[in-house]
């Protein structure tokens, strides 16, 4: 059974750091960019890190923009989401996808072939 499995989440005060992981079963996922998505309560689903195959390229919205580290370790598999400065705006469920779409690292939902079932993230005091 070919899946994703997000772990990492949980409540952080302001300003604090999380790291997040992405791994992956059942299929090899250096065929893969992969994306790590966002989604609050009443909001769109937004693309905050993205990451190519090769791992040569990333992408970050301006709301994360030298906050967040997107890194992979194909040798296990696993996709990794820093996360420092946290503000509560950051607060959401985190899910990251594996994107067929070359040595690309554009965050763009429709490409995911294979989704994680989330993981909460919450900023708060």
């Known amino acids: 059974q070919s899946q994703l499995v997000e772990s990492g989440g949980g409540l952080v005060q302001p300003g604090g750091s999380l790291r997040l992981s992405c791994a992956a079963s059942?299929?090899?996922?250096?065929?893969?960019?992969v994306g790590w998505f966002r989604q609050a309560p009443g909001k769109e689903r937004e693309g905050v890190s993205c990451?190519?195959?090769?791992?040569?390229?990333?992408n970050y919205p301006d709301s994360v923009k030298g906050r967040f580290t997107i890194s992979r370790d194909n040798a296990k598999n696993t996709v990794y989401l820093q996360m420092n400065s946290l503000k509560p705006e950051d607060t959401a469920i985190y899910s990251c996808?594996?994107?067929?779409?070359?040595?690309?690292?554009?965050?763009?939902?429709?490409?995911?072939?294979?989704w994680g079932q989330g993981t909460q993230v919450t900023v708060s005091s």
């Open positions: 990451i190519s195959r090769s791992g040569s390229r990333t």
């Open positions: 059942g299929f090899t996922l250096d065929e893969y960019a």
């Open positions: 996808a594996a994107m067929a779409m070359g040595d690309q690292a554009m965050c763009i939902p429709s490409f995911g072939r294979y």
